[in-house]
């Protein structure tokens, strides 16, 4: 079950992109399963992509074409991965680009492919054609929630955010995401679609996407596993009444930056608690450390740890599993002495032992709260790092065992 995930809020219309989801059966008929993204000319795109080395046909494409042509069109597909196809997985990808291209007359390199669901199996590239002329004529501004419905796999609840124009920011952000299991950053396992109607130079749109993606989407675990195929893409329009905007220095660029952080954000943190199985919603902070990487390794290591999770999952203030991930976070020279943790405000350990104001009942009643906090700090220098992630319960084990069948 979710953690507190709000409902789907109305998504605001972005001038410039209109979109279209069908059910195509690519994977189970009856199902939303495939959407379009149309831009407009003159619409400027940036993308990340996933890291991992065994990248999924759509990624290798999806990176070739927006390289060869501004985009105009994204490919959406839930139900098949497209992952560890070989080179005819390569050429779905590419036949289907050119059945939206063909009907759409565009070049095929201005559209890009993302698919996301089972690893290595064939995709269905007949239903994908066959339902390519209902998008196109189903394309609206107001498709944003069909889209956060079209695109999810083991998500429980559609996830999507927008921010409104106003007087001192005339532009609108609205975004959708998806993504449960299989999340960890390198980028972030999942997909998400952003747009703007703010005129961004291509260079700072760039930039500003990998900013935002580092404190969001580059912040989130469910289980350390990192997916094939996933990527976050925004699209600047640049059709809101206002100058463009191209100086990293500008104050309208700063608050952009941080609007766009904002929206990534949330969009993060809805995925965490979506989580597969997911009974609690965990931020892990760390202090105190000597570089920002090192309080992110340790945040991780406990974000990571199978023994914490499923503490957690249990209620459990097993603050020894805590402190034993602490130390294999890869700080040799760690003063175990100098570490604090506390959970909810609540101080359980201290100088590297339990505290000896604690009391095993409080820490059983903190434990109780959907929402955690576990706060490390190391003693040992000035940085900090925040991660977001779940507990592990018998539900993830299950959608996991299950996911093919």
């Known amino acids: 079950m979710a953690v507190n995930l709000p409902p789907l809020p109305r998504l605001l219309p972005v001038p410039g992109v209109r979109l279209a989801t069908v059910a195509a ?4 008929p009856g199902r939303p399963d495939l959407t379009l993204f149309a831009l407009d000319e003159g619409a400027e795109t940036a993308a990340l992509f996933t890291r991992n080395r065994f990248c999924a046909a759509p990624v290798i494409l999806a990176r070739r074409h927006r390289d060869a042509a501004p985009p105009r069109y994204w490919l959406v597909n839930t139900g098949n991965a497209n992952a560890g196809t070989g080179a005819p997985g390569l050429a779905a990808a590419e036949r289907c680009c050119e059945a939206v291209a063909g009907a759409a007359g565009c ?3 201005a559209v890009l492919p993302y698919s ?3 690893i290595g199996e064939t995709l269905a590239v007949e239903r994908i054609e066959a339902a390519i002329p209902a998008l196109l004529e189903g394309l609206t501004e107001d498709g944003w929630a069909a889209a956060a419905t079209g695109i999810m796999t083991t998500d429980t609840a559609p996830k999507g955010f927008s921010l409104a124009p106003d007087e001192a920011r005339p ?3 609205t975004g959708i995401s998806k993504g449960a299991g ?12 952003l747009a703007t109607d703010a005129p961004v130079a291509p260079a700072l749109l ?10 969001s989407f580059n912040r989130i675990t469910i289980d350390g596993d990192t997916s094939t195929n996933d990527a976050v893409t925004l699209v600047a329009t640049g059709q809101a009444s206002m100058p463009r905007l191209e100086d990293p220095e500008d104050p309208r660029v700063l608050a952009f930056a941080e609007r766009l952080s904002d929206l990534c954000r949330d969009l993060a943190q809805a995925i965490v608690r979506d989580g597969e199985g997911a009974t609690r919603f965990v931020t892990v902070e760390v202090s105190e450390a000597r570089s920002e990487a090192e309080a992110l390794a340790a945040a991780y290591t406990i974000a990571h740890s199978p023994l914490v999770k499923t503490a957690l999952f249990a209620g459990d203030p097993n603050w020894g599993r805590i402190l034993a991930a602490l130390g294999r976070a890869g700080m040799e020279d760690l003063a175990v002495e100098g570490v604090r943790l506390q959970i909810n405000g609540l101080t359980i350990a201290e100088a590297g032992a339990l505290a000896p104001s604690y009391q095993e009942a409080d820490g059983a009643a903190v434990m109780k709260a959907q929402e955690l906090t576990l706060a490390v700090a190391l003693g040992r220098g000035q940085a900090m ?3 977001w992630t779940t507990d592990f319960s018998y ?8 996911y093919r069948s």
């Open 25 to 28: 059966g690519v994977r189970k």
């Open 107 to 109: 070049a095929t390199e």
């Open 116 to 118: 996301t669901g089972v």
């Open 171 to 173: 532009y609108t952000l």
């Open 182 to 193: 299989m999340i960890r950053p390198d980028m972030a396992t999942m997909l998400a679609f």
């Open 206 to 215: 760039q930039n500003l996407l990998r900013q935002a993606v580092d404190r």
């Open 385 to 387: 790092g925040t991660v």
């Open 395 to 402: 539900d993830y084990v299950k959608i996991n065992a299950e």
